[in-house]
């Protein structure tokens, strides 16, 4: 079983940035495909990026694409979302999560494994 845990989070003002990690488990890290996904109070959660196995191919979603930066390192068992020019409308829980196989995917049913959130609140 794979165990994810997400670290890097807090208050921030706009415009500010922030740094999350989330370092998994497992020796097969380089086996998975690693996602960000993220949950406001009273809404679904969304995706917000995702990396392949080998860090190559990336995706954003449109409201966070040219902010943010997903990366990865391999020896480190750890996948990085680097948070630029933070909005109040980035506040929410972020989940890292994780599937078999190379590539991505942004629907959050494909992913089996998920870390247990970290809290980002961007206030003025």
């Known amino acids: 079983q794979v165990q994810l845990v997400e670290s890097g989070g807090g208050t921030v003002q706009i415009g500010g940035s922030l740094r999350l990690s989330c370092a998994a488990s497992t020796r097969t890290f380089s086996s998975l495909a690693m996602a960000w996904f993220r949950q406001a109070p009273g809404k679904e959660r969304e995706f917000v990026s995702a990396i392949d196995r080998s860090g190559g191919g990336t995706t954003y979603s449109g409201s966070v694409k040219g902010r943010f930066t997903i990366s990865r390192d391999n020896a480190k068992n750890t996948v990085y979302l680097q948070m630029n020019s933070l909005k109040p409308e980035d506040t929410a829980v972020y989940y890292c999560?994780?599937?078999?196989?190379?590539?991505?995917?942004?629907?959050?049913?494909?992913?089996?494994?998920w870390g247990q959130g970290t809290q980002v609140t961007v206030s003025s």
């Open positions: 999560a994780g599937r078999v196989g190379n590539t991505y995917d942004t629907y959050r049913l494909a992913y089996n494994f």
